[in-house]
């Protein structure tokens, strides 16, 4: 189970960032995203970070704001978030997908087998 943390209250236009940790296991092999779900709307694909931390991928509602990052030394992973906007509102979702070394980066929910619990993240205008 993952465990992420650092949501909360913000204005438009500040800043946020999300960890994300998984307990007893390494996350070095895995492809990590995180997701998020907006109130009655389905879950959404935020950003990926491939195993080797070299490739990235991100909806393109997020491009140029938000920035996913891991730490394999901490084993963590992060999500820095920029100008915030009231539409980014939702509980953010951390995941992995551990099959191992996997080539592919997958954005869909289907694609990823271990989830965190979720942090909420609340934009006011």
């Known amino acids: 189970q993952l465990q992420a943390s650092g949501g909360g209250l913000v204005q438009a236009g500040d800043s946020l960032s999300l960890s994300c940790v998984l307990p007893?296991?390494?996350?070095?092999?895995?492809?990590v995203a995180w997701f998020r779900q907006g109130p009655g709307r389905e879950r959404e694909f935020v950003a990926a970070?491939?195993?080797?931390?070299?490739?990235?991928d991100y909806a393109d509602s997020v491009k140029g704001r938000f920035t996913i990052t891991r730490d394999n030394t901490e084993n963590r992973v992060d999500l820095q978030m920029n100008r915030l906007k009231p539409e980014d509102t939702a509980v953010y979702y951390c995941?992995?997908?551990?099959?191992?070394?996997?080539?592919?980066?997958?954005?869909?929910?289907?694609?990823?087998?271990?989830w965190g619990q979720g942090t909420l993240v609340t934009v006011s205008s």
């Open positions: 970070l491939s195993w080797r931390g070299d490739s990235t």
């Open positions: 007893g296991r390494t996350f070095n092999p895995y492809v």
């Open positions: 995941a992995a997908d551990t099959v191992a070394f996997a080539r592919r980066i997958a954005t869909e929910v289907q694609g990823y087998d271990v």
